[in-house]
Nanobody, 122 residues
Framework: QVQLVESGGGLVQAGGSLRLSCAASGRTFSSYYMGWFRQTPGKEREFVALITMSGGMTDYADSVRGRFSISRDNAKSTLYLQMVSLKSEDTAVYYC???????????????WGQGTQVTVSS
């Protein structure tokens, strides 16, 4: 079992920045590929970014590429998502998740946090 707890969400103006954190506990954090997803009411959970176990490889959804940056600190068992140049369409609940393989689809992720709300005002 891995327990994940997100933090750092909030209200920000368009063009602003936020950094989300995801603290992990339980089984070894460094043994999992990690991802960020987001969801708005009535829509499916959407892939945002992923990072490999060592942090050596990252990938992003086209909608956030160049504006968001995923990183991890295995010594602190913490995942991050730095978001800059935020847009109103980035408004969503953001979730961190852990998977045993590189994965872009939500069903492939085994463990999930409870989510943190990000609201971007235009």
């Amino acid at each position: 079992q891995v327990q994940l707890v997100e933090s750092g969400g909030g209200l920000v103006q368009a063009g602003g920045s936020l950094r989300l954190s995801c603290a992990a506990s339980g089984r070894t954090f460094s043994s999992y590929y990690m991802g960020w997803f987001r969801q708005t009411p009535g829509k499916e959970r959407e892939f945002v970014a992923l990072i490999t176990m060592s942090g050596g490889m990252t990938d992003y959804a086209d909608s956030v590429r160049g504006r968001f940056s995923i990183s991890r600190d295995n010594a602190k068992s913490t995942l991050y998502l730095q978001m800059v140049s935020l847009k109103s369409e980035d408004t969503a609940v953001y979730y961190c998740a852990a998977a045993p393989v590189v994965a872009y689809a939500a069903p492939q992720y085994r463990y999930w946090g409870q989510g943190t709300q990000v609201t971007v005002s235009s």
